[in-house]
């Protein structure tokens, strides 16, 4: 069994950086320049397009700060949020990897740093005797929930109950079209 080195405690991160810092810029969807064939006479879908560049935006700070407060890198979060949400199943490295875009490499060097922090743990595969098998701990599936209680925080605080079987229906229906768009540009 790997060291189970505890982890670390949130920290607190400085008030001031001597980072340049973009300020947060209200754009009108209406002015956003529609990439070609785009949306001449439909503004609506400018503003969903505007709305879902800024949503990506503003989660990618919150993952940063959220993996920062952990003495963690985004990469590693949202690992450990992957493996949270297997419901306790383990996974192969190359089915991370493939999930999370990593070359065998960068998933090593993540296994590597988050099992010393006793976040996950690498076993046999039972099935593949040639292969592990990468579960997360108590205390990487902690983690998971801690961020995954953070999200549900700010999706609660946004979305009425009643809208939120819609929401999720509109975000599974453009998770679907982004993948299929992706699986069409790649074959080609």
Do not use: Y
Not at 63 to 73: M, Q, V
Not at 84 to 101: C, I, N, S, V, Y
């Amino acid at each position: 069994m790997p060291d189970a080195s505890p982890v670390l405690p949130p920290r607190s991160l400085p008030s001031t950086s001597s980072a340049p810092v973009s300020p947060d810029v209200d754009v009108d969807p209406a002015a956003v320049v529609p990439p070609s064939g785009g949306w001449p006479g439909d503004p609506a879908l400018g503003r969903v397009v505007e709305a879902f560049r800024l949503l990506q935006v503003r989660h990618a700070r919150l993952l940063a700060h959220e993996s920062a407060t952990r003495g963690l890198n985004v990469t590693d979060t949202r690992f450990l949020v992957h493996l949270g949400a297997t419901d306790g199943h383990a996974t192969t490295p190359k089915q991370a990897g493939d999930q999370l875009e990593l070359s065998t490499g960068a998933m090593t060097s993540l296994l590597d740093r988050l099992e010393r922090r006793g976040l996950v743990e690498r076993r046999p595969n039972p099935g593949d005797r040639r292969s592990i098998l990468v579960q997360s701990t108590p205390a990487g599936l902690a983690v998971a929930r801690e961020v995954g209680d953070t999200w549900a925080a700010v999706f609660g605080a946004a979305i009425a109950p009643a809208d939120r079987t819609a929401v999720a229906s509109a975000f599974e229906a453009i998770g679907a079209s982004l993948d299929g768009h992706h699986r069409a540009v790649t074959a080609r």
